[in-house]
């Protein structure tokens, strides 16, 4: 079980595989490097697929730290720069799409990542505001910020349940959710607070690198209005849709997916 220490003062957990341009795939928040197992075991012939456990999340440390974009994206360049990784695709689903959009806006001066794809993206913000109704509202967020707080369990068992439009995948949801109880109720507690807090409707602008945001059709955890907001304003940006999915589409439509990584990556 592969295991690097960053300057940033962590181990992380990280898987690598295969040869060709890397992929940097980063999950969301609880998940872990297993979210990526359909994509590892279809792309890992054509490309470098590296998958990490953020921290607070699977095998990775988890301090008591603050668990803001920030620190996440000071991680991510910690570990692009331990493993020399150049010409990267970062490849960010849900949170771990807010951490993407963080890193190619404020991280990426020596120009590591050369694209960025967002999947059922948790970003620019979470909540709703008056000109973008789509968010979620203020009662919701709190009920699910002190559910965090007091009944992890509980609250990550409903959110799993949320993730998923087919209703054929029991066991995969059961799976998900045994692997996200590794995080600790502190961890979760400050990265809800993450998505919460950050508004990165004024990053759009900066990402200049070309950009896939994918999006299932059927999500009820990251609002598609929000794709459809950045779309727009993400100067070389595509948005595809997924019909036939939720917030999960790495599992629910996963050979979809891999092939419009693939496209999108290229030879």
């Known amino acids: 079980m592969p295991f690097i220490d960053l300057d940033t003062g962590i181990r992380m957990h990280y898987r690598d595989d295969g040869n060709g341009k890397p992929l940097l795939f980063i999950p969301g928040l609880a998940a872990t490097v297993d979210s990526w197992n359909y994509q590892v075991l279809e792309l890992h012939d054509r490309f470098r697929c590296i998958c990490v456990d953020l921290r607070g999340h699977g095998d990775s440390d988890k301090p008591c730290s603050d668990y803001d974009y920030d620190e996440m994206c000071r991680d991510v360049r910690a570990l692009l720069v331990a493993l020399d990784l150049r010409d990267v695709t970062l490849v960010g689903w849900s949170m771990g799409a807010g951490v993407g959009l963080k890193y190619v806006a404020d991280f990426n001066g020596d120009g590591r990542v050369a694209k960025l794809a967002m999947l059922g993206p948790a970003t620019p913000r979470l909540l709703a505001t008056d000109t973008e109704p789509f968010g979620m ?3 919701m967020a709190q009920a699910t910020l002190e559910g965090m707080r007091l009944a992890l369990p509980e609250t990550l068992a409903a959110f799993a349940g949320v993730n998923f439009h087919r209703t054929d995948m029991q066991a995969t949801v059961d799976w998900f959710l045994s692997l996200w109880l590794k995080m600790p109720a502190y961890v979760g507690y400050k990265c809800f607070s993450t998505l919460l807090k950050e508004d990165l409707r004024d990053k759009l602008d900066n990402v200049n690198v070309p950009t896939l945001i994918c999006h299932g059709r059927h999500d009820q955890v990251a609002p598609p209005g929000w794709s ?11 948005l595809t849709w997924f019909e036939n999915s939720g917030h999960a589409l790495m599992v629910e439509e996963p050979d979809v997916l891999s092939q419009e990584l693939a496209k999108f990556v290229g030879n």
């Open 228 to 238: 459809e907001y950045m779309n727009p304003r993400i100067p070389e940006s595509r």
């Open 137 to 139: 509202n203020t009662e």
